[in-house]
């Protein structure tokens, strides 16, 4: 009885996921390169927009120009690169950002791609991870400059959940079985 409630909340436990956004980047020579991004929703949470950042402050990018012919597949979902701006002094970071159009939320295990930019760039080695921000399906900002793009080539592997759930329901069969020959032994 107790190994089949173990089982059960094991299989019950809603996995943990995330949102990824990972780039392709492709140097298009005299300092001209192009991102080529892929947005996957692993999280339990449905997806209403993302926004892509470049450059706080100015950074080495400039000439950014957004790719609307790479936005692929009849998705429901609009895009586009918004200038940096003065806000109160501060001089805000150039965005790409999609979102989603007539409900068609990013729900999970969904994916978006390819969304394209290219930009000058003026740093000393190749650009890298940008920060990105999530929208949830009723437009409340998730996650504000504290997730990055990753570079396709450097994406981990990531363990399926249900190897841990197997792995818990493993583990208690095996701790069932034990207290079950411990308590026949002690009579």
């Avoid at 959940?161 to 208690?172: F, I, K, R, S, Y």
Wanted: aromatic content about 14%.
């Amino acid at each position: 009885m107790l190994a089949a409630a173990l089982i059960f909340a094991v299989c019950a436990i809603q996995t943990a996921g995330a949102v990824t956004v990972e780039y392709n980047a492709i140097d298009l020579s005299n300092g001209l390169w192009q991102f080529d991004y892929t947005i996957f929703n692993d999280s339990q949470i449905e997806i209403s927009a993302i926004d892509i950042f470049f450059g706080f402050d100015g950074g080495p990018y400039s000439n950014l120009e957004f790719l609307p012919a790479s936005w692929l597949g009849d998705i429901g979902w609009g895009a586009g690169l918004f200038p940096q701006f003065d806000f109160g002094g501060i001089l805000e970071p150039w965005i790409l950002s999609a979102w989603a159009e007539d409900g068609d939320l990013l729900s999970y295990g969904g994916s978006l791609g390819v969304l394209s930019v290219q930009f000058d760039w003026a740093g000393n080695e190749a650009p890298g991870m940008q920060e990105f921000r999530l929208w949830d399906a009723i437009g409340s900002e998730l996650v504000d400059y504290d997730r990055f793009t990753r570079p396709v080539e450097n994406a981990p592997p990531v363990p399926e959940p249900g190897t841990m759930a197997l792995l818990g329901t493993g583990l208690a069969g095996l701790f069932a079985y034990y207290r079950k020959n411990k308590a026949r032994k002690n009579r």
